[in-house]
Structure formats: structure tokens, C-alpha cells
């Protein structure tokens, strides 16, 4: 049975991520993907676009995965695991990360996933010293946090930062919420 039929009948003819009929296509769960109904997943044409950065993330959107992120499937468990990630700015892809469970070998090729799209190089502070996972930084600009009515200072320690897929952009707490900040304003502690 091709990899297309197999995935037609696995969805029952509907996104595997958001459950849409319309203009649905095959995916290859990237890094490495065999082209089989195992390491692929059926998709609708709104959800491809934002996967594949031909169109800007739709929030409300990706609310599907709070259900996807169950799928029995393992290639459909890697997407939402990956869009949830790449959503962790957001109080609700943030908790569904917390609750998602994945086995060992999915976790892996979920996370090779997101290493891969990280490799368009390194993220760097003000000063061009690279910053990794886990690593502590100083702001060197007061910065308007938008949504959330207050200024961040110039001087506020930020602890245990998060790389996202953006080398320009971190994620970490400031007054106790979780915010992207831009690199270029930033020096490693």
C-alpha cells in the first residue's frame, strides 16, 4: 500500500494535527524521513505552510495540539511535539510540553528536529560570546515587555535561558514570566 493511501486511511481523510479536510498532502517528518506512512504524517495545506515558515504561525491555530500531541502515531507525536516547542512562548504550548509524554526513541527524533533547525548557527550575547541552553544573562537596555505592562531593566539577571529556533531570539523569565528576548540586548553573565 503506498505511503499516501496508508495515511489517508491512518487519518480518516483529515489533518493529523488540526482534523481540516481541505487540500491535505503528504509530510515527511523531517530530519531524516524514509518516505514511508511511518516517519510521515497527512496534513492540510493551512498547517504545511506554517510548518514549512511559508506563513506566519496562527496561535489560535495550533490549539490543536492540546489533542494531536496524543496521537498513537509516533510521527504525528514529533510534530506536535516540535510546533509545541516552537509555540513554548505561549502559557498553553508551555504547560502542553510539561504534560506530553514521548518514549525514549520519539523523544530523539523529535529533538533532532529541532537541533536541526537551530543549526543556521550559533546564538550570540552584545558581545558576540555564544550562548547555550541553561545559561545565565544580564539585559544591557531597559525593554518594554509587550503584553505584559512592565519595563524589564537594564542590569535584570535572566537565569537558565532556553535557545529557540531563531539564533536572534531567547527565552526566559523576567518577573516571573516566561518572554522571548532578542540577543543583541543581552550579555552572558
Known sequence: M????????????????????????????????????????YVCHNCLSQIEGQSELDLNHWRCLNDSMWNQEPAVQVMSYRMLHKLSTESWAQDSLEMI???DEVKTWAEQGIAAARSNGPTRDSNGAELQ?????????????????????????????????????IEGKVNGTRIVLVSAYLKKA
Open 133 to 169: 541552553d541553561g545559561d545565565n544573562v544580564t539585559l544591557i537596555k531597559d525593554l518594554k515587555v509587550k503584553g505584559a505592562n512592565f519595563t524589564a531593566k537594564q542590569g535584570t539577571m535572566v537565569r537558565g535561558i532556553t535557545l529557540t529556533e531563531n539564533p536572534e531570539h
Open 2 to 41: 503506498p505511503a499516501e493511501q496508508a495515511l489517508k486511511t491512518r487519518s480518516n481523510n483529515s489533518c493529523e494535527l488540526c482534523t481540516s479536510t481541505d487540500t491535505l498532502a503528504v509530510y515527511p517528518v523531517p530530519p531524516t524521513s524514509d518516505l514511508s506512512a511511518q516517519q510521515s504524517i
Open 101 to 103: 509524554y514521548l518514549e
